[in-house]
């Protein structure tokens, strides 16, 4: 410090440097003191004033048993619309600690897989864009790039989807999808039902190895006419060998959240919806919802953005897709009936806080989940409860032992 007020004439502006340097560093030491309050490991941090997003979070665990993490940027200076971008990180720590190891460039609400030893990552390249699928064999420091559909560019046209899990059964591989160019173009409403697959042994980034099912489009008669459209579907089969894809459910009039169950054909290729019983009571289901069967306990598992009570009754005319400060755990022997199992977040600011579009892995007898946080950063709150500023990486322990 001395060095600022070595001569008279410097006083002024050196006590004026002094004075930043020690507001900046206090600053600096709020900023990483709320950090240190933010549940769960944080993984990246971006602050709301930048107006980029955090979005999409996409957990997957190499065969050396490293985590990689990825996000996208959503928000109007991201470009999502254009070429979106996504990061990867990588703990090689069991997630105490997270590295960034690379960008990409053109990929947007993707998923992370591994098969076969092999990282993938698959999604649309932008807000409502073509499919890609990229390959890295590196665990996640290069990627391969889609130009053509032989290299990865799966599905061209108008698409959505979250970073849902890709399942394997019955020798292929499972992606729900939702088709973006319906004839109704609001959102929710333009989204039709539908899934990918691709048999497990093939080159799974040459176009011709994936099929898709029909899709099923949106419908205004359902729910009374409340419908306000389904997206970010989860593959699932049932314990009798149906396999199904569960979607989210927009219904913006009511607490009495639902899940859509529509039916896959055995070859994949057709898909069903009997709207007398395909809508389920799901709490959290207006929300994005990832779906695992446990073979351990021989449930489905959950975890949820619900409402608790006291929450309803103080936001009685609120959407129930924006209340995102609850994730409930939450499971189904017969993935019809849930029941609750513990609150694992929670906090009690609805408008600026949230945990929201986990992806989990069940881990021998762990969950380990990453969340698009929305959480006060020491300087500003999140821009709201959905424009999320952090990544955080969690772990529930021994979660079959909870009740």
Known sequence: MKNFLLNEPTKKSGFLVIILFCTSFVILQSIVAQVGKVPGTVVCHQPASTQKYIGSPSLAILPNGDYI????????ESSEWSQAETRIFRSKDKGKSWKKISEIKGAFWSSLFVHKGVLYLLGPDRHHGS????????????????????NGVLLTGEYHCAPMPVVSYGG?????????????????????????????????????????????????????????????????????GQMWDM???DNKK????????????????????????????????????????????????????????????KYPDRNPATFRNVLMLRRS???????????????????????????????????????????????????????????????????????
Not at 212 to 232: A, H, Q
Not at 271 to 290: E, H, L, R
Not at 293 to 307: C, E, G, K, M
Not at 372 to 392: C, P, Q, S, V
């Open 333 to 403: 022997y017969d993935l019809i009936h849930w029941e609750d199992v513990k609150i694992i977040l929670e906090h009690p600011d609805v408008i600026h806080h949230g945990f929201q579009y986990v992806d989990f892995l069940i881990d021998g007898k762990d969950i380990l989940f990453l969340s698009r946080t929305a959480f006060f950063d020491g300087k500003e709150d999140a821009h709201n409860n959905h424009d999320a500023n952090f990544l955080t990486f969690h772990k529930i322990s021994d979660f079959r032992s909870l009740k």
């Open 69 to 76: 993490a990825s996000h996208d940027f959503f928000g109007p």
């Open 172 to 240: 292929y591989l499972w992606r729900p999808m939702e088709t973006a160019f319906g004839p109704v173009r609001e959102w929710g409403k333009r989204y039709g039902a539908m899934v990918m697959f691709a048999p497990v042994d093939a080159d799974l980034l040459n176009a011709k190895s994936w099929k898709t099912s029909e899709v099923t489009l949106y419908d205004l008669s359902y729910l009374d006419g409340n419908f306000g459209g389904w997206l970010e579907g989860n593959f699932v089969v049932d314990k009798n």
């Open 247 to 249: 979607l989210r459910v």
């Open 254 to 313: 009511s607490f009495d959240e639902k899940a859509a169950m529509v039916a896959l054909s055995q070859n994949g290729n057709q898909t069903y919806f009997n709207k007398a019983t395909g809508f389920i009571p799901f709490d959290g289901g207006s929300k994005k919802f990832t779906v695992k069967y446990d073979s351990v306990s021989q449930h489905y598992w959950t975890l949820t953005n619900s409402i608790p009570q006291k929450y309803r009754d």
């Open 131 to 150: 499919v890609m699928i990229r390959k890295s064999t590196d665990g996640g420091k290069r990627w391969t790039v889609p130009i053509n559909k032989e």
